[in-house]
């Protein structure tokens, strides 16, 4: 059940509504993903102002769990209901969100707003994508989809540049309340321009929802926690990682009964579904990875400073969202989009593999090639899965499946990002054994390096610089089991009208 238009409508370029609606969806996109960058830069001056600075990475983990734990219940719940009311609510309690953070006088204050910031978020992220699906067709709706990349890659690089503005012009307060008018414009404009449709009874499946809720926190708040606020061998890592499997058992014996379940276990019989899903996932380990950890090869090992490190992922971004971009244009103008997440995986296993080789010596030209490589291997995948998704399920199902994107890619960013930590640990204790003083413990900065002696600085350099190669292996490793796995995509002609509205239940896979 969806806000749709009628299946011989011409293409959206035409139509000033359809354009009227599409600005308001990337507004909402827009949001969603500035809300989870804008932010970083004004850390340090939360924690001055408001103190908790042992809480201070909930700020950013609290929203990143937020929107991945709300993605698939708002996907589904614009399923049962429609986008439009979904839309409404989410954009909601996202102001509600901000204006708590806003207003916060302590850190735990923070934490729960930023907590109700990404719950918004979330729903903002797959809703607006869905809300695509429903007023455009297929072939169509590729160029739409990659220009909402462009959106993603502009909010990605203007976030952190944004927040220093507001926090110098003003103060960190006004990075939340600064949203608000856009917001409320783009709630205006999904109010008039959306259709309510037409509501018929049905049933929530409160327990699918819960569990898949338990799931997902446990999986995130381990990745995030793991090693880092607390060690991998400690009590609360051993509760989370045990409840992983229950509830994920749990989950399955739930969705396989419910009347209408909140991820339905026939999505998974779909080749097109779980094949999208898991090139997501492991391109999210190869992108959350690399973001995390290319500032510190560069600032530690290169010797840059940290704005200059930051610029150095501009070349990245943009290759990755121009790639995406032109992906949409492609798939748009010829219908084909299988060869495309193929291509660009290899290309990822080549950047990735390429970037084992960096040195301290290494020039700085050739790294922003490298790291523009791994950008053009990124960016088409996350414009043809939606695409292959949204070509391959039911219409009746097309929030749930396009917010499985972005859960899976999520999930993969997660635990990559964890998992290179720990690599990453492991590998530099090793390489650094008999350089640090004894009994040293902490974060190896510049500092730590320039307080060695001379004669060892090198040394260190080169170990830091080694512990970091295996997680670009891993990448690697990542990469190519994307390849093979996008091999097995089935190339389903992209329709030029809308297909009709089936059923919700009762469907059978279309593969």
């Known amino acids: ?252 014996f739930v969705e396989r009964r419910a009347a209408e379940p909140v991820l339905p276990m026939m999505l998974f019989r779909i080749n097109n579904f779980v094949v999208s899903n898991v090139v997501g996932f492991c391109v999210g380990v190869c992108m959350f990875g690399t973001i995390a950890f290319l500032p510190m090869l560069l600032q530690v090992v290169k010797g840059l400073e940290p704005v200059e490190s930051g610029l150095y992922q501009i070349p990245m971004m943009l290759a990755l969202f121009g790639t995406g971009f032109t992906s949409g244009r492609f798939i748009t103008a010829t219908g084909r989009y299988k060869i495309l997440p193929t291509i660009s995986t290899g290309v990822l296993c080549v950047a990735t593999l390429l970037m084992t080789t960096v040195t301290r010596e290494t020039p700085n030209w050739l790294i922003v090639i490298y790291v523009m490589l791994i950008g053009v291997g990124i960016g088409p995948v996350m414009t043809v899965n939606i695409t292959a998704i949204q070509n391959s399920i039911p219409r009746s199902f097309m929030g749930v499946g396009t917010a499985s994107a972005n859960m899976f890619r999520q999930i993969g960013g997660s635990l990559g990002t964890s998992v290179y930590g720990a690599i990453f640990a492991a590998g530099l204790v090793s390489h650094l054994h008999g350089m640090l003083p004894a009994g040293f413990s902490g974060a190896v900065t510049t500092q730590t390096i320039a307080a060695l002696p001379t004669e060892m600085q090198g040394a260190a350099l080169d170990a830091f610089a080694a512990a970091l190669r295996p997680t670009y292996l891993v990448s690697a490793i990542a990469a190519g089991i994307a390849f093979l796995v996008s091999l097995r995509m089935i190339e389903k002609p992209l329709s030029d009208t809308l297909a009709p509205m089936e059923p919700t239940r009762q469907q059978t896979p279309a593969e």
């Not at 999904?190 to 799931?215: C, Y």
């Open 1 to 252: 059940m969806s806000e749709s238009l009628p299946n011989s409508e011409p293409g959206w370029d035409e139509i000033p509504r359809l354009k009227i609606i599409i600005a308001a969806v990337a507004c909402c996109l827009f949001l969603a993903s500035l809300g989870n960058t804008i932010v970083t830069t004004a850390l340090p001056l939360i924690v001055s102002d408001l103190g908790g600075l042992e809480h201070i990475s909930w700020v950013v983990t609290s929203y990143l769990l937020a929107t991945t734990m709300a993605a698939p219940i708002a996907g589904k719940l614009g399923d049962m209901f429609g986008r439009k009311i979904v839309l409404q609510i989410a954009i909601g309690v996202f102001i509600i969100g901000g204006m708590i953070c806003g207003l916060s006088q302590s850190m735990s204050m923070l934490v729960g707003g930023r907590l109700v910031q990404g719950l918004g978020g979330g729903a903002l992220l797959v809703v607006s994508m869905a809300v695509v699906a429903d007023i455009l067709p297929p072939r169509k709706r590729s160029s739409v989809q990659g220009a909402f990349g462009a959106v993603f890659g502009i909010s990605t690089v203007i976030g952190p540049l944004v927040g220093g503005f507001v926090v110098e012009v003003l103060n960190w307060h006004w990075i939340f309340f600064l949203p608000v008018p856009v917001a409320l414009l783009a709630a205006t404009v999904l109010t008039i321009a959306l259709e309510s449709p037409e509501q018929k009874p049905h049933t929530i499946d409160f327990a699918g929802a819960g569990l898949l809720a338990v799931l997902l926190t446990s999986i995130i708040v381990v990745a995030n926690i793991g090693g880092t606020m607390v060690p991998w061998a400690s009590t609360p890592v051993y509760l989370l990682v045990g409840t992983i499997p229950v509830a994920l058992a749990f989950f399955i």
